[in-house]
């Protein structure tokens, strides 16, 4: 299995631009996490949906940031218009109940820099 | 809300030498407890986790964690460390969808950089 895929690794954009990250999960799960990193905030859950249904958007910042689920192999995550705080890591995670409850595989992160 | 408390911010050990990383978790229910790895410039990888029974839990690597449910506890330990053990630990925890009030969602503690001297 490739594991969770997620594209770009690396995005540099100016404030004002929209950035779109991209998100493909584990084939099979149905779960699938949008996360931010940061150094003073560390690890927090923006968003998740479930069955290509968002389950929980109470992580996201603002009506700046918005994510979709189109179909069950992939998602994105939209920030419109772009602000230098946006600056971070973004994960995706995906994960099953039937398999083993909740264990979350991570993709490798999009490491997004806004100047 | 559940949340997630690891003490260390930083530690620094020489090769060899015995790790305890600290988790602690503040919620009154039952839990499921994780530990993930973040190796520099990569993903977060799981190490290891527990949800039931034994409460030590053995993971890749060498790890080992042991859920101490009186203290909301869920330290990390490796009796060796190694260079290649350089790397930021999170814990995370999310309620046990057993005790009725589970859900998905993980909540991370902060992390902790383990920096190995050679």
């Known amino acids: 299995d490739a594991g969770v895929i997620q594209s770009p690794r690396h995005e540099v954009t100016e404030m004002g631009q929209e950035v779109t990250l991209r998100c493909k999960p584990i084939?099979?799960?149905?779960?699938l996490f949008w996360y931010r990193q940061t150094m003073m905030r560390g690890l927090e859950l923006l968003i998740y949906?479930?069955?290509?249904?968002?389950?929980?958007d109470s992580g996201m910042p603002e009506d700046r940031f918005s994510a979709k689920m189109p179909n069950a192999s992939f998602s994105t995550l939209k920030i419109q218009p772009s602000e230098p705080r946006d600056s971070a890591v973004y994960f995706c995670?995906?994960?099953?109940?039937?398999?083993?409850?909740?264990?979350?595989?991570f993709g490798p992160g999009t490491r997004l820099t806004v100047l | 809300a559940q949340s997630v408390s690891q003490h260390n911010h930083h530690v620094i050990l020489s090769e060899a030498a015995s790790l305890e990383l600290g988790c602690n978790y503040s919620y009154g229910g039952t839990v499921n407890l994780f530990w993930y790895v973040q190796y520099p410039g990569q993903h977060l990888q799981l190490l290891l986790k527990?949800?039931?029974?034994?409460?030590l839990v053995k993971g890749i690597k060498g790890f080992e964690a042991e859920f101490i449910k009186s203290k909301f506890s869920f330290n990390l330990r490796k009796p060796s460390v190694q260079w290649s053990d350089t790397a930021e630990y999170f814990c995370a925890v999310n309620p046990s969808r057993r005790s009725g009030a589970g859900s998905y969602q993980l909540t991370f503690g902060k992390g902790t950089k383990l920096s190995v001297i050679p």
């Open positions: 995670a995906s994960s099953t109940k039937r398999i083993t409850v909740n264990t979350q595989y």
């Open positions: 949906f479930n069955n290509n249904v968002p389950i929980d």
């Open positions: 084939s099979g799960h149905d779960y």
């Open positions: 527990y949800f039931s029974g034994d409460p």
